[in-house]
């Protein structure tokens, strides 16, 4: 079993930054598949990003196209922890946000249904 606790959430004004890290317990952390999910209010859940685990320690990042440049996932395999640095934020990035492991990497990154376990969520507002 595979935990997964988030951190780093808050509130900040528009055009601010903030750092969200995802803490995972697991001996075989460095090859699942991490993703970032955001879900607002009335919406469903939507695919951020993810680093998708390509053999030994090679990963691709993959970005949804409205956090393009902005956004950056990144991971530390000593720490079992991956980070999604947040900058330049709009009110629409306003959100709960997930992190999610992906044990066995079938390809599917962007789909929730892909990912074995999921973190708690931590909410991130933006204000205008």
């Known amino acids: 079993q595979v935990q997964l606790v988030e951190s780093g959430g808050g509130l900040v004004q528009a055009g601010g930054s903030l750092r969200l890290s995802c803490a995972a317990s697991?001996?075989?952390?460095?090859?699942?598949?991490m993703g970032w999910f955001r879900q607002a209010p009335g919406k469903e859940r939507e695919f951020v990003g993810a680093?998708?685990?390509?053999?030994?320690?090679?990963?691709?990042?993959r970005y949804v196209d409205s956090v393009k440049g902005r956004f950056t996932i990144s991971r530390d395999n000593a720490k079992n922890t991956v980070y999604l640095q947040m900058n330049s934020l709009k009110p629409e990035d306003t959100a709960v946000y997930y992190c999610?492991?992906?044990?066995?990497?079938?390809?599917?990154?962007?789909?929730?249904?892909?990912?074995?376990?999921w973190g708690q969520g931590t909410q991130v507002t933006v204000s205008s």
């Open positions: 999610a492991a992906d044990a066995i990497t079938r390809g599917t990154y962007w789909q929730p249904d892909e990912y074995d376990y």
């Open positions: 697991g001996r075989t952390f460095s090859s699942y598949t």
């Open positions: 680093l998708t685990w390509r053999g030994a320690n090679i990963y691709y990042t």
